[in-house]
């Protein structure tokens, strides 16, 4: 072997040769920019998540911050230690140049899927639910970042229905003032605050909306501009046009005090949403019911 094939041979021996080392489950999930995988690691059986991204896409959304020196998915996630955020082991690139992310796999269900179902799972937990998304979203903003995809898609449900674990940090930005400027237009669109589709500077307060929605729909069934009507990606242009329907008009038995916190997540002025995810963590404090 000549000297240039034994550099590209060590170049190799540091990615990932998915087939020498995993065993993956045929049925992928696919994401906005990603396919997600069961994969279960041949020398020791032990069971993990593998996530592929997509080249072209990551490459034209990082394209967005050139000459900021963002951190890559991978950089980021790794940072998380919560027990209600999903824990990344490593990230890299495989053999055949295909960026990955290996993390836990968290057994269970996306809260999507439980409320478009209307699961019983869900019954009796729903407070408890709506902390843990709290508490998770205050970790990431206490290690700097604002996570900019808080959507029901993106909380896996344990099958108790008991705990819910943040997933996908693929739209994470870092929490300073180059990456909260005016234009970064990304995320799931019946979630995304007014200053992210009217292209206005952002904050970590955009978190916040979009997790006013979340339990909208998690209470409710609902979108709280499109009961009933339009949830296409044109319904978030009413985000700062036409107020919300109030939560107790959809469903009245909704304690009036989880009404108040999910109604003020949702206010097109952002100086008038909760200050923090730990002010939201604190509002929900002695509440055991979401019904009254």
């Given at each position: ?25 045929r ?17 020791t059986?032990?069971?993990?998540g ?9 490459q ?16 980021i ?30 057994e ?15 019954e ?25 995809d ?7 449900i344990?099958?108790q229905?008991?705990h ?5 940090f ?17 995320g ?9 589709v ?27 501009w ?8 044109m319904?978030?242009l ?55």
């Open positions: 072997m000549g000297i240039l094939d034994k550099f590209k041979e060590m170049f190799r021996s540091n990615k990932l040769d998915v087939s020498a080392r995993f065993e993956l489950d049925h992928a999930t696919s994401g906005t920019m990603s396919n997600f995988h069961l994969a279960r690691e041949i020398g059986g032990k069971v993990f593998l996530k592929f991204l997509d080249v072209e896409k990551l034209a959304f990082e394209a967005r911050f050139k000459g900021l020196k963002k951190p890559s998915e991978g950089e996630s790794l940072q998380f230690s919560h027990p209600r955020i999903v824990r990344t082991y490593e990230f890299g690139e495989t053999v055949s140049g295909k960026p990955y992310i290996l993390m836990e796999f968290v269970g269900q996306g809260l999507n899927v439980l409320i478009q179902d209307k699961s019983p799972l869900l009796g937990h729903r407070v408890a639910l709506m902390r843990d998304m709290a508490e998770a979203i205050a970790a990431v903003h206490a290690a700097g970042y604002i996570h900019r808080i959507c029901p898609r993106n909380f896996i344990n099958p229905g008991t819910a674990t943040l997933i996908d693929g739209l994470t930005v870092p929490d300073k003032a180059e990456f909260r400027q005016p234009g970064n237009r990304t799931t669109p019946l979630y995304m605050a007014p200053e992210i009217r292209r206005r500077p952002t904050d970590k307060r955009v978190d916040l909306f979009a997790l006013g929605v979340t339990y909208y729909r998690l209470l409710s069934g609902e979108h709280p499109s009961a009933g009507g339009d949830t296409s990606g319904a978030a009413q985000h700062d046009t036409h107020p919300p329907t109030e939560l107790l008009k959809v469903r009245p038995d909704v304690d009036p005090r989880i009404a108040k916190v999910v109604m003020q997540c949702l206010e097109s002025d952002r100086e008038k949403r909760p200050e923090s995810a730990d002010v939201v963590v604190r509002s929900l404090k002695g509440i055991e019911k979401a019904y009254v």
